[in-house]
Nanobody, 124 residues
């Protein structure tokens, strides 16, 4: 009932940049926060960056100063600008949104949605 569609992943050399985007659509009532998580092979999924509806942000220590999260389109689209990429940034990146949506019964229900993931590979 709410879809998150990601784009922007790919192959980049160390030191390069990429911008990921994630657009939320559907029966959204309100979004409290959107974020980016990543999962590298053999590792657990971890928070990369998160932004709340009042534009408060938090970042993983490993990406501070290199990555920037921001929103547009009435805050239903979230971006992750990734600069100075390192091989250890290689992972599948997932978009996440939490808040509320209108279900088909007309009730307001809790939203906890994930995107399909986009692969970022940092390699020379």
């Amino acid at each position: 009932q709410v879809q998150l569609v990601e784009s922007g992943g790919g192959l980049v050399q160390p030191g390069g940049s990429l911008r990921l985007s994630c657009a939320a659509s559907g029966r959204i009532f309100s979004i409290n926060a959107m974020g980016w998580y990543r999962q590298a092979p053999g590792k657990q999924r971890e928070l990369v960056a998160r932004i709340t509806s009042d534009d408060s942000t938090n970042y993983a220590d490993s990406v501070k100063g290199r990555f920037t999260i921001f929103t547009e389109n009435a805050k239903n689209t979230v971006y992750l600008q990734m600069n100075s990429l390192k091989p250890e940034d290689t992972a599948v990146y997932y978009c996440h949104a939490d808040g509320y949506y209108n279900n088909y019964r007309g009730d307001i229900a809790a939203l906890d949605a994930w995107g399909q993931g986009t692969l970022v590979t940092v390699s020379s």
